[in-house]
């Protein structure tokens, strides 16, 4: 077993005590890095880049090239459960994702899965295996999967959607096939972190991406319920350490109180929700991620330190705060200034 060199970012999630705050981002290797443009080009398309376990670890590894992140996140998609269903995922350039099959019958229900991730998302675990061997210990490696009620929201739509009508058609006219779903998807995506970490993850962050689009009611019935049944259902500890799990939920900032108790270890928040207020409804239950406005990178560097000053400085003293933005980097941000944001949060927070 290889003694991390650096694991701040994971005594932070624990609330334990660190010398700084750590910092990663979402997305973080993605299209903003030239490097990773190259890769994916040598690649031929998105998905053949996730299925290359080599191609997965190095673009996995380009970002902390670049900048001294405390935690590298598996290179993959939220959606390679859904696809894995055999709905057929694809990638039309400057379209997003796509579904060639979508799930909105009792027969389309019917005939869902779990599928065993050591068969069709084997080649995720061969990354996840090929990336922790490539770190050598240098930074904890965080896995994912998107959460069962976002997942839905793609299988059911077909594609994203700005109103996700289809879904919530469904959600009020038959509660039953959604709820019929939504066990699917947590099944599928307990087994899938699960392998995860049994393959190497040592942290998991579930993506509720579209769970803020739903009513209060709906929220709790129909995303919450189902991350916490997968929080329970979780490897807990591995190798003697323990395995922290982070819930985001974008949009989810009045929610806290009740994700609190979902059995997670930290709450991701988007960029709308104050850290202050966030820390003193949840108190010391759960450590906090977030939650830089993702466009303040493409402010001028002195905007950028101001912001994180603010935050660090909202969050207050102690220890359970992990850095991050409150939603994936853009694709247009100059990677001089992500580095202005990591360079930051350290020595601001050191000086703490």
């Known amino acids: 077993m290889t003694t991390l060199k650096n694991d701040t970012f994971l005594r932070a999630l624990l609330k334990e005590p660190v010398e700084y705050t750590p910092v990663w981002m979402m997305r973080q290797a993605g299209r903003y890095l030239p490097e990773y443009r190259a890769t994916r080009a040598r690649a031929g398309s998105f998905m053949q880049l996730c299925m290359n376990a080599e191609l997965a670890t190095e673009v996995t590894l380009q970002p902390l090239e670049r900048y001294p992140l405390d935690a590298a996140i598996l290179f993959s998609d939220i959606l390679t459960i859904p696809d894995a269903m055999g709905l057929g995922l694809s990638f ?96 599928a995506v307990t087994d899938y972190l699960n392998a995860q970490i049994e393959a190497g993850a040592q942290a998991v962050q579930i993506f509720d991406t579209w769970g803020g689009a739903l009513s209060h009611a709906a929220y709790q019935t129909f995303s919450l319920a189902y991350m916490k049944t997968i929080v329970d259902g979780l490897i807990k500890e591995k190798d003697g350490r323990r395995i922290p799990c982070i819930v985001f939920t974008k949009g989810g900032g009045q929610w806290l109180e009740a994700i609190a108790g979902s059995g997670a270890d930290a709450i991701g928040l988007d960029w709308t929700t104050d850290i202050a207020e966030a820390r003193r409804r949840v108190g010391e239950r759960v450590a906090l991620q977030g939650n830089l406005d993702p466009n303040v990178l493409f402010g001028s560097p002195e905007g950028i330190r101001s912001e994180v000053a603010r935050i660090l400085t909202a969050y207050g003293e102690g220890s359970g705060h992990v850095f991050n933005l409150g939603h994936g980097i853009s694709q247009f941000v100059d990677p001089e200034n992500a580095g202005v944001l990591i360079e930051a949060v350290h020595s601001l927070s050191r000086r703490r």
């Open 92 to 187: 039309a350039e400057g379209e997003g994702p796509r579904f060639a099959r979508t799930v909105r019958t009792e027969a389309d229900v019917a005939s869902l899965y779990a599928p065993d991730p050591t068969d069709k998302l084997q080649y995720v675990l061969n990354a996840v295996s090929s990336i922790r061997k490539a770190l050598d210990g240098r930074v904890p490696l965080i896995g994912f999967s998107g959460s069962p009620f976002t997942l839905a929201c793609y299988m059911i739509e077909g594609r994203g959607s700005d109103d996700f009508r289809n879904v919530k058609a469904m959600l009020y006219s038959r509660p039953d096939l959604l709820h019929a779903i939504l066990a699917v998807n947590a099944r």
